[in-house]
């Protein structure tokens, strides 16, 4: 058998296939992420995923994608932790990127981008990623993402500049101060998902002037700096997302991206099925030969 995954920093999708490309089983657990966790750590959370547990010793084949998984140093903490779990398995580990790059590929070369928890982009050209501009991260990058928003709602909270209506349904909502916010983001481990965990409450109040202005500013700033760094993005190549933040906020980001002109494509909030389905019909990772 043989499972794909896509892992964000907050989630991770776990896809499990038999020989005859029959889903067995998909489960969501949390979000592995090589620059925040340890081998011990993913071995842990696995072992305490009890249904995927059950499965693991029938696993011939691991394909594993995920957020900070951008370099073979990094790939082999997630793949250390992986080996533990799948003793019997071949286990591949490489960058979220390239798998939002396969699940938004339809036949042309085009640029894939990720705005989920935290947002990153590349060009695809039908065989290999090209990457123009480093993914920054939360504290100095993640242009448009949960907790690009989220950072920004809990600065203006805490500036009072938050409208009124919002204030009040911000303290209502969370019921949190200074003291909470700084020892969450400082002291405490995963500040990025905590911060991106406020980018819920934009979700809930979408339509507030001052939520559409937020949002849209982030998702000007990341076509800006992580989509028009393509030369392609100018010459028309199609620009797909994936993403729960872009899909929440799609007229939005269909405005910036006409607006920057660039060309818009498509989104998909979670890029697991499509990811699936490239794997069994592009990559043909159960025949006996893959990985």
Request: hydrophobic letters at 45%; proline letters at 3%; one cysteine or more.
């Amino acid at each position: 058998m043989v499972f794909i995954v896509e892992s964000g920093s907050t989630k991770a999708d776990w896809i499990l296939l038999d020989a005859s490309a029959t889903e067995v089983g998909r489960w969501s657990v949390k979000g592995l992420n090589p620059y925040f966790h340890d081998a011990d750590e993913v071995e842990r959370t696995l072992r305490a995923a009890s249904e995927i547990m059950a499965h693991a010793p029938s696993v011939e084949k691991v394909f594993f994608y995920g957020a900070g998984c951008s370099s073979a140093a990094l790939n082999a903490i997630i793949a250390n932790g992986l080996e533990r779990v799948f003793t019997g398995a071949n286990v591949l580990v490489d960058h979220d990127l390239l798998a939002a790059a396969y699940a938004t590929h339809f036949g042309e070369p085009h640029i894939a981008c990720i705005l989920g928890t935290g947002s990153n982009s590349c060009y695809f050209d039908g065989t290999a990623v090209h990457e123009e501009v480093p993914a920054l991260a939360y504290i100095l990058g993640d242009e448009g993402s949960a907790s690009y928003i989220g950072k920004r709602l809990v600065r203006d909270f805490l500036y009072k500049r938050l409208p009124a209506d919002l204030h009040a349904a911000f303290v209502g909502a969370y019921g949190v101060g200074k003291a909470e916010i700084f020892q969450a983001v400082y002291n405490e481990p995963n500040a990025n998902v905590y911060l991106a965990n406020y980018a819920r409450f934009a979700g809930d109040h979408a339509e507030h002037p001052y939520i559409q202005e937020i949002v849209f500013e982030g998702f000007k700033a990341f076509i800006e700096f992580h989509v028009l760094c393509f030369a392609e993005a100018r010459q028309g190549a199609q620009v797909n997302f994936v993403g729960s933040v872009a899909k929440a906020f799609e007229p939005l980001l269909q405005k910036a991206c006409a607006e920057a002109g660039v060309r818009y494509g498509r989104t998909q909030a979670k890029p697991v099925n499509r990811l699936v389905e490239y794997h069994i019909d592009v990559l043909r990772v159960l025949e006996p030969q893959a990985l």
